[in-house]
C-alpha cells in the first residue's frame, strides 16, 4: 500500500517549513505569494490531502455551517438556502443541510449530532418551539442564528420575516378591489407563520371597520372603527367579514383542493381568498376551475411565498413575497461574524425583513357587484 503524503512531504518538496505549509492551508494571508504558488504546486504534484479530524482536534471547530432546516419540501428553506451558500462560499465555508421535518425529536438528534461534530455554527428554524432542545444545543457553545421563527427564551440572532404584515398586505389588496366577504385559508395551525398572517389578516379587516368569523360559527366579531368608517358606514371598508376556515394541513395543493370544496359549500361564498402558502392557492385555483368558477371574475385568489410556480399558473397568482435568498444570506452572514475572528465583539441582534405583495392576475378583477368607476370619476 503506498504510503500517503504528510505535510513535512509537501515542505520538503517545497523547500520550506511545516509551519509554512500550515500557513498556507490555514493563513495564507501571511504567506508571501511566490512561497504559497511553490507551496500549493507540491501539494498537488503529490496530491496531499489534510486530515480534516486533526484539524479539529487542533482548532476545536469546523469550517463548516449547518442549516437545519423545518422542512425541505417548503421551496421557501430552499431558497434560504441558497442565500446561505452564497454567504458560506464568499467566506470559503461549506454548508450541510439537515431537514427536522418539523419533527422535535429529530431535531433534538440531529443538534446532537453537530454538536459532536463540532461546525462552526448552526441555522435553525426551531420545531421545537418551547425552546428546549436549542437550550440544551446552547450548552455545546456553538454559536446558532433562528430562522424565519422566535422562540420563547432565545438568546440567539434571529432573522425573520414580518408575516404580520404579510397577511395585512394581503387582505388589504382584496379590500382595496371591492370584496367584503374574504376567505382566509390557513395551513397548520401549530405553525406561528399561519398564525401571523392570520393575525395581519384581522389587523386589516378591523382597520376597514369590519369582523372576523370562522366558518360554520356565529356571528362576526371583532368590528370597529376604521378608516374607512364604521362597519355599516359606506367607506371602502363597510360590512367588510373575514371567514376564517380551519387549517389546512399539511398545507399543499391537496389541501388547497379541499378546502375549495369547503368554502364553495358556504352559505353566503366569500369573493376574496387569501391562503397561507402558495400550494394551497394552487389547490385552491384547481378546485374552483373544476366547480367552474372563474378566477378572478367571480373569486379573487392571494397566495404567499410567491413560489417560481407563482407566476407560471394558468390564472398567475397574486402573492406576497418573502424573500428567501436575503434570510438565508443575512443569517449566514450574521453566524459567521458570531463564530469568527471578531466573536467577543459580536451583540446578539434581531433582523426583520418585509414581505413585498406582487400583483398578477389572480386578484386584478374588481369584486362581483362593484361597479368599475372610470378614470377621474
Known sequence: MTKSAGMRDVAQLAGVSVGTVSNVLNRPDVVAPDTRARVRAAIAELGFVRSESARLLRAGSSQVLALLALDLADPFFVGVLRGAEGAARAADIGVLVMDSASSAASEATHLAMLAQQRVRGVLVTPADVSGATLAQFGRARIPYVLVDRD???????????????????????????????IAYVAGPMELPQYRDRLEGARLAVAEAGGGVREAGGGGVNGAGQGRGGTAGGGGIGAGVELIVLPGCAPGDVA??????????????????????????????????????????????????????????????????????????RAAAEILLEESGAAAGEHVHRELVFQPELVVRASSLAPAPNVPVRSPGS
Open 151 to 181: 422562540i420563547p427564551g432565545g438568546i440567539g440572532c434571529r432573522v425573520l420575516v414580518d408575516d404580520v404584515a404579510g397577511g395585512a398586505m394581503a387582505v388589504a389588496h382584496l379590500i382595496a378591489a371591492g370584496h367584503r366577504r
Open 255 to 328: 389541501a388547497g383542493r379541499d378546502a375549495a370544496a369547503r368554502m364553495l359549500g358556504l352559505p353566503d361564498r366569500p369573493t376574496g381568498v387569501f391562503c397561507g402558502n402558495d400550494l394551497i392557492a394552487l389547490g385552491m385555483l384547481q378546485g374552483l376551475f373544476a366547480a367552474g368558477v372563474a378566477v378572478p371574475r367571480d373569486v379573487a385568489v392571494v397566495g404567499y411565498d410567491d413560489l417560481e410556480v407563482a407566476a407560471a399558473a394558468v390564472v398567475p397568482l397574486t402573492s406576497i413575497r418573502r424573500p428567501a435568498a436575503r434570510v438565508g
